[in-house]
T-cell receptor, first 110, second 115 residues
Framework: GEDVEQSLFLSVREGDSSVINCTYT??????LYWYKQEPGAGLQLLTYIFSNMDMKQDQRLTVLLNKKDKHLSLRIADTQTGDSAIYFC??????????FGTGTRLTIIP | GAVVSQHPSRVICKSGTSVKIECRSL??????MFWYRQFPKQSLMLMAT?????????EQGVEKDKFLINHASLTLSTLTVTSAHPEDSSFYIC???????????FGSGTRLTVV
């Protein structure tokens, strides 16, 4: 089945860039997503990328997709304390079901 | 933007009782709704997919008689945890799809504690 892996933890100094990585095994996904989850809350869609795209930028967020290596990354520029959260990548395979990564807890160091 | 309202946000119930969690799409029609369970410090586990007017499709290992899902309208799906036990304590999250592949919207989650 599908397998989506992420590093569990990432610590970044305030003002620096954060790069959260995600690797997946099934390359037939249609869309790939990044979600943010704050403590005790649901998931907030940050951005998504269609599988035929290599890069997408939206304000402070940049998504890079390397289909050959099955690698997806999310770069957050000028990281702020409000960016502290758990970030999940997710894949969709055209049947509306999402497969989530293991989640990366981003901690901001003042 | 699309909003999904999930209630209650937190519930504590006694072992053996049943708990109903509601998930409503407020400003769009949700053709499909999903129910997830999340254990502490873990990812989301899909429990079931429900389509309006039809029976839910449960993931392997999820007891359909224990986790009853009803999707009676295009704006409301409910998850009922029947005869709850302490091991059912978890964070339950719903999401709704309007049919567009980038249109998933999540509820704010329900923290269920069974004592």
């Amino acid at each position: 089945g599908e397998d989506v892996e992420q590093s569990l933890f990432l610590s970044v100094r305030e003002g620096d860039s954060s790069v959260i990585n995600c690797t997946y095994t099934d390359s037939s996904s249609t869309y790939l997503y990044w979600y943010k989850q704050e403590p005790g809350a649901g998931l907030q869609l940050l951005t998504y990328i269609f599988s035929n795209m290599d890069m997408k930028q939206d304000q402070r967020l940049t998504v890079l997709l390397n289909k050959k290596d099955k690698h997806l990354s999310l770069r957050i520029a000028d990281t702020q304390t409000g960016d502290s959260a758990i970030y999940f990548c997710a894949e969709n395979f055209g049947n509306e079901k999402l497969t989530f990564g293991t989640g990366t807890r981003l901690t901001i160091i003042p | 933007g699309a909003v999904v309202s999930q209630h209650p946000s937190r519930v504590i119930c006694k072992s053996g009782t049943s708990v109903k969690i509601e998930c409503r799409s407020l400003d769009f029609q949700a053709t499909t709704m999903f129910w997830y369970r999340q254990f502490p410090k873990q990812s989301l586990m899909l429990m079931a997919t429900s389509n309006e007017g039809s029976k839910a499709t449960y993931e392997q290992g999820v007891e359909k008689d224990k986790f009853l899902i009803n999707h009676a309208s295009l704006t409301l799906s409910t998850l009922t945890v029947t005869s709850a036990h302490p091991e059912d304590s978890s964070f339950y999250i719903c999401s709704a799809s309007s049919g567009q592949l980038y249109g998933y919207t999540f509820g704010s989650g329900t923290r269920l504690t069974v004592v």
